[in-house]
């Protein structure tokens, strides 16, 4: 399985014209400086990313970046359980939206 190191998220405004957003893989020194929005357990990337949208408040507005999580009990039991290959996501947003790096990029 191919992984990312950016994801767009589309969107559509009021007027219904498309917004796309751009969220990132962090490193871990990255990581070290955002808030950590969840960490959820899917078949792929979409299936997290519907994840983050559907318990996360605001999730769109709030993520600007994620990490890929190798050693994760929830992901191996649910693997062991369905016979399936399951990913973690950590996904993040900056501690101050006004400062955060993930902008500049």
């Known amino acids: ?3 990312p190191s950016q994801v767009v998220l589309k ?4 007027d219904g014209e498309t917004i ?16 950590s929005i969840g960490r959820p ?3 792929d990337m979409d299936h997290c990313l519907y ?7 605001q999730f769109r507005d709030r993520v600007c970046g ?7 009990r929830m992901k191996d039991m649910f693997e062991k359980t369905i016979k399936k290959e ?5 996904f993040f947003e900056c501690k101050n939206s006004s400062k955060c790096p993930m902008r500049s990029i």
């Not at 796309?20 to 808030?35: C, F, G, N, R, T």
């Not at 994840?51 to 408040?57: D, E, I, N, S, T």
């Open 1 to 3: 399985m191919q992984r």
């Open 11 to 14: 969107g559509v405004n009021k």
């Open 41 to 43: 357990v899917g078949l």
């Open 20 to 35: 796309d957003k751009v969220i990132y893989e962090l490193s871990e020194a990255q990581a070290a400086i955002h808030k």
């Open 66 to 72: 994620y990490r890929y999580i190798e050693v994760d």
């Open 86 to 90: 399951y990913i973690t996501i950590e």
């Open 51 to 57: 994840l983050g949208f559907r318990y996360a408040p």
